[in-house]
T-cell receptor, first 113, second 114 residues
Framework: EPEVTQTPSHQVTQMGQEVILRCVPI?????FYWYRQILGQKVEFLVS????????KSEIFDDQFSVERPDGSNFTLKIRSTKLEDSAMYFC???????????FGQGTRLTVV | AQSVSQHNHHVILSEAASLELGCNYS??????LFWYVQYPGQHLQLLLK??????LVKGIKGFEAEFIKSKFSFNLRKPSVQWSDTAEYFC????????????FGKGTKLSVKP
């Protein structure tokens, strides 16, 4: 069964450093998303991406964040200068159409120290 | 602001007990409703979804949910739980935009005792 894969599974970084979280969506999907879940809190929408551009983003997705689909298979989330409060589980998801459900990856646990 | 509430943080049941997990969402016009499950160490998986039509939807593994528009609710049910249902359950709502722009509830942890 096709699945969304995320790497790494766990990333530890120092405050102020840049991190790139990587995702490989399901191959025929066209819509891509990032969510995050701070420990003990809700899963929160960050951004959606379609046709090589951001289609929606939340208030959380400020100038520190960016997304890219560099090569037609990967979908990355970059955090430019990490803060302690960026520590969370980051989930990538994809869907083949805006009217179908999103399939989620296993997540990357980001720890900022 | 649009929001989703799940009333129970942690539910503990014995095997064969019936399950009902509550989910309410704030009004926002047309909604699409989802229940996702996250088994320990695994990714979020879709249990069931409601877009339109019959408000009683059946999902995988014997789960079902009922959309009650007047109550803004989408409760998840299972008549007889198994130990393997131990997981965290998330209700999510899409308010008519991109299907991936889901608003999640805080989740309910279900522990089933053998």
């Amino acid at each position: 069964e096709p699945e969304v894969t995320q790497t790494p599974s766990h990333q530890v970084t120092q405050m102020g450093q840049e991190v790139i979280l990587r995702c490989v969506p399901i191959s025929n999907h066209l819509y891509f998303y990032w969510y995050r879940q701070i420990l003990g809190q809700k899963v929160e929408f960050l951004v959606s991406f379609y046709n090589n551009e951001i289609s929606e983003k939340s208030e959380i997705f400020d100038d520190q964040f960016s997304v890219e689909r560099p090569d037609g298979s990967n979908f990355t989330l970059k955090i430019r200068s990490t803060k302690l409060e960026d520590s969370a589980m980051y989930f990538c998801a994809s869907s083949d159409d805006r009217n179908t459900e999103a399939f989620f990856g296993q997540g990357t646990r980001l720890t900022v120290v | 602001a649009q929001s989703v509430s799940q009333h129970n943080h942690h539910v503990i049941l014995s095997e064969a007990a019936s399950l009902e997990l509550g989910c309410n969402y704030s009004y926002g016009g047309t909604v699409n409703l989802f229940w996702y499950v996250q088994y320990p160490g695994q990714h979020l998986q879709l249990l069931l979804k409601y877009f339109s039509g019959d408000p009683l939807v059946k999902g995988i593994k014997g789960f079902e949910a009922e959309f009650i528009k007047s109550k803004f609710s989408f409760n998840l049910r299972k008549p007889s739980v198994q130990w393997s249902d131990t997981a965290e359950y998330f209700c999510a709502v899409n308010y008519g935009g991109s299907q991936g722009n889901l608003i999640f509830g805080k989740g309910t942890k279900l522990s089933v005792k053998p």
